[in-house]
């Protein structure tokens, strides 16, 4: 199906390992983002990519890793889990600096 | 300061037009003005975005102000699908990495 989508929906995982939250959009989007959404902070930019193997970071990028070694696909790993990042993870994707189509979103508890 | 303030909540009838403020006293010549909204247990979904001058599309117009220090989007007849979070935010040129969605304005719809 087209679209953007994100998996796992819902991950437990438990203080210090690792995680790994998978991106995929079928529209060939140059632009791929990441996002966490917590209550009483809105939407807060992880990590963006204007392109394959091209990443930058954004507003709270301390504590995971993001690679694009494909157009289409655009994984976030949180190395060593910690208690802060349980949240909700959503994904994005652009073709220009215009309309964001961002993803279902993906569960993470950190216990 | 890339933030943008807005309004809690607000309150509408079904039916009823909508209009929902947000202030950008600090925006630059070159950021356009974007608006999402957010319905439960969902991404965000993009609405509409502008410059200068107003903008209409199916789903809503925007007003920008002429000093463009504040904008204003109209939803013409609110429909209890309406009813979501939503956010105005300030995007200059390709560099998202200051892109900040804020708190957004719940707006809650009545019968």
């Known amino acids: 199906d087209a679209g953007i989508t994100q998996s796992p929906r819902y991950k437990i995982t438990e203080t210090g390992r690792q995680v790994t939250l998978m991106c995929h959009q079928t529209w060939s989007h140059s632009y791929m983002f990441w996002y966490r959404q917590d209550l009483g902070h809105g939407l807060r930019l992880i990590y963006y990519s204007a392109a394959a193997d091209i990443t930058d970071k954004g507003e709270v990028p301390d504590g995971y890793v993001v690679s694009r070694s494909k157009t289409e696909n655009f994984p976030l790993t949180l190395e060593s889990a910690t208690r802060s990042q349980t949240s909700v993870y959503f994904c994005?994707?652009?073709?220009?600096?215009?309309?964001?189509?961002f993803g279902p979103g993906t569960r993470l508890t950190v216990t | 300061d890339a933030k943008t303030t807005q309004p809690n909540s607000m309150e509408s009838n079904e039916e009823e037009p909508v209009h929902l403020p947000c202030n950008h006293s600090t925006i630059s010549g070159t950021d356009y003005i974007h608006w999402y909204r957010q319905l439960p247990s969902q991404g965000p979904e993009y609405v509409i975005h502008?410059?200068?001058s107003n903008v209409n599309n199916r789903m809503a117009s925007l007003a920008i102000a002429e000093d463009r220090k504040s904008s204003t989007l109209i939803l013409h007849r609110a429909t209890l699908r309406d009813a979501a979070v939503y956010y105005c935010?300030?995007?200059?040129?390709?560099?998202?990495?200051?892109?900040?969605f804020g708190q957004g304005t719940i707006l809650t719809v009545h019968p």
């Open positions: 935010i300030r995007i200059g040129g390709t560099s998202y990495g200051k892109l900040t």
């Open positions: 994005a994707s652009s073709e220009s600096s215009w309309e964001q189509y």
């Open positions: 502008g410059l200068t």
